[in-house]
Structures are given as C-alpha cells and as structure tokens.
C-alpha cells in the first residue's frame, strides 16, 4: 500500500517568511495529492490539492510542488501570517482511492 | 461543513462498555470513512463504505464494527471498549458532489478510563 512521509514534525518562522513542508511517497501510481489544515481542536480541512498532470498549483499565499519522478511534494506558504499556525497534512492516493495521511507538521509563526 | 454531523461530540466511558459514534450527512454522498487521530500518527483510516451495507476495513479496523443501513448515516461501534481506543474520531465524506475531496466532519472525543 501507500506510505507517505512528511516532514519536518515541527516548523517555526517569524511572521513574513515563508514555511516548506515536505511530503515523499512510495505509490508511483497515487495522482491526487491533497494538504489539509488543522486547527487546534477543529476539524481538517482542505487548504490545496494537486493532481499529477500538473507541476505546480497556487492560490494566494500556498502553493503546491509536484516532483512525480522523485516521488515528492510540497506546501508553500509565503508571508506567513499568525493565523497560519496549524498542523498541516500531506496526503496521497490514486484518484477514487483512500487518501494516506502522512503524520502531520506543527507551524508555528511567531509575530 | 459539507453537511456532516458527529454525535456524539464528547464521551467518556468504562472499559469493556460498548460505545456507538454516529455519522450523518445531508448531501447524498456516496462514500463515508471513520479516521481517528492520535498524537504522533497523524490521521488513520479505521473502515469506510461505498454504499449502503457496502464497507471495508482500513487500516487499523481491530477492535471496531462498521454499519451503513442508509445513505445518510455510518455508525461506528466500539463492541468493548479498550483504553487505547481513547482518541478523536472523525467522520469524513466524498463523492462525486464534493469532486472526490474527502471533507471531515467536526470530529469526536472519546476517553475510556
């Protein structure tokens, strides 16, 4: 099955740099790459998504790398904001297929 | 909230009790999962259904009892609670109204003591 790695477990910046997670997966078959965003308490929730035909997704401030030869993937989030601070999710899946969930990043923006 | 409801939200019980989570949805999708998280494992699949009276095992499905008698609700059923069952639990949903993203309800706290 699928296992998805992500790092790092924990991220801190200063409000206005930018945050890189990483993710790396072992399917070479999975194309649907979804992050979520979780607040302390709250419920996951879809922030970004990328499917394999695509290199690069943005929106706003986050965007999402796709490297399918390498097997990895990324979160960007530039101008980090302290209402960033969250843990995020990577995961991974063939499309139609359950999503695996790599073990989560904890960002910490400090103002 | 992708019209998903938890309930309950909160519940302690004993060891060895059985315990129901219930999970209902307003917006006819297809399939339904029950994750649970825990510090250091990030989110885990127990079971999921693809229809009505059609589930499958995740990966961590020991200990736990699926059933989905309509579409709008997945029940999920501890038969004896154990101690390493305390965790949140979180329903999800996806079909083909929510493009085939998986959206998580508001999740539930279960303590066994």
Known sequence: ?111 | DAGITQSPRHKVTETGTPVTLRCHQTENHRYMYWYRQDPGHGLRLIHYSYGVKDTDKGEVSDGYSVSRSKTEDFLLTLESATSSQTSVYFCAISGQRSGNTIYFGEGSWLTVV
């Open chain 1, 1 to 111: 099955g699928e296992n998805v790695e992500q790092h790092p477990s924990t991220l801190s910046v200063q409000e206005g740099d930018s945050a890189v997670i990483k993710c790396t997966y072992s399917d070479s078959a999975s194309n649907y790459f979804p992050w979520y965003k979780q607040e302390l308490g709250k419920r996951p929730q879809l922030i970004i998504d990328i499917r394999s035909n695509v290199g690069e997704k943005k929106d706003q401030r986050i965007a999402v790398t796709l490297n399918k030869t390498a097997k990895h993937f990324s979160l960007h989030i530039t101008e980090t904001q302290p209402e960033d601070s969250a843990v995020y999710f990577c995961a991974a899946s063939r499309e139609g297929n359950m999503l695996t969930f790599g073990g989560g990043t904890r960002l910490m923006v400090k103002p």
